[in-house]
């Protein structure tokens, strides 16, 4: 991306609870277009779960999560929480996972994608013990979630982070992370 601040760059909109088991059912097509319609470039979703890649400047794409979440609640009347990231970051989040460093199995990984910085004290307060065997590590903006017997019996949920770190956070699996890296150097 280029030095300059103004400059264009490519972002990853996470959005959470969209088209999972039936609920909140909303079309790509239209969520691409909520995009297009805020001033975003090159837009393109990856899978029914609310992966959306743009290409936008960096004004534009700090208003997205809040201009997409009300879209969503004027079109379709859902609250949806809307995680937004450079694409650039992402690569640093793959990076950083303590789990993989350490040789973790990359099918049982996950990353919980925060609004906003955890409070030190919040974090502090975090049950290392809430879920065994699962494992957690909270860096920056970013939780990396190690779950051996998967996400379906982990109580490492949404839920549990937003509530006790007062932010806003949505989880993706491994192979998303990693795809969604590759997708944006398309657009780069």
Same mark, same amino acid.
């Given at each position: 991306?280029?030095?300059?601040?103004?400059?264009?760059?490519?972002?990853?909109?996470?959005?959470?609870?969209?088209?999972?088991?039936?609920?909140?059912?909303?079309?790509?097509?239209?969520?691409?277009?909520?995009? *297009?319609?805020?001033?975003?470039?090159?837009?393109?979703?990856?899978?029914?779960?609310?992966? #959306?890649?743009?290409?936008?400047?960096?004004?534009?794409?700090?208003?997205?999560?809040?201009?997409?979440?009300?879209?969503?609640?004027?079109?379709?009347?859902? !609250?949806?929480?809307?995680?937004?990231?450079?694409? @650039? *970051? /992402?690569? =640093?989040?793959?990076?950083?996972?303590?789990? #993989?460093? =350490?040789?973790?199995? %990359?099918?049982? /990984?996950?990353?919980?994608?925060? $609004?906003?910085?955890?409070? %030190?004290?919040?974090? !502090? @307060?975090?049950?290392?013990?809430?879920?065994?065997? *699962?494992?957690?590590?909270?860096?920056?903006?970013?939780?990396?979630?190690?779950?051996?017997?998967?996400?379906?019996?982990?109580? /490492?949920?949404? $839920?549990?982070?937003?509530?006790?770190?007062? %932010?806003?956070?949505?989880?993706?699996?491994?192979?998303?992370?990693?795809? /969604?890296?590759?997708?944006? =150097?398309?657009?780069?």
């Amino acid at each position: 991306m280029s030095a300059d601040p103004n400059a264009e760059g490519v972002y990853i909109a996470l959005l959470r609870g969209i088209n999972v088991g039936g609920k909140n059912r909303l079309p790509m097509k239209d969520l691409a277009a909520m995009f *297009d319609d805020a001033g975003c470039e090159g837009v393109r979703t990856y899978i029914q779960s609310g992966n #959306v890649l743009f290409r936008a400047d960096p004004k534009v794409a700090e208003e997205i999560p809040t201009l997409i979440s009300a879209s969503i609640q004027r079109g379709f009347g859902y !609250e949806i929480p809307v995680v937004t990231r450079r694409a @650039a *970051d /992402l690569e =640093a989040v793959v990076q950083a996972n303590p789990f #993989v460093q =350490a040789g973790a199995e %990359t099918d049982k /990984l996950h990353v919980v994608f925060l $609004a906003d910085p955890p409070d %030190t004290e919040h974090v !502090e @307060a975090l049950d290392p013990n809430r879920s065994p065997p *699962d494992e957690f590590a909270v860096r920056g903006r970013e939780i990396y979630l190690h779950c051996p017997n998967g996400m379906a019996r982990s109580k /490492l949920t949404n $839920a549990y982070f937003d509530s006790r770190l007062s %932010t806003v956070s949505t989880m993706r699996n491994w192979k998303t992370v990693r795809k /969604l890296i590759e997708l944006a =150097a398309d657009l780069d």
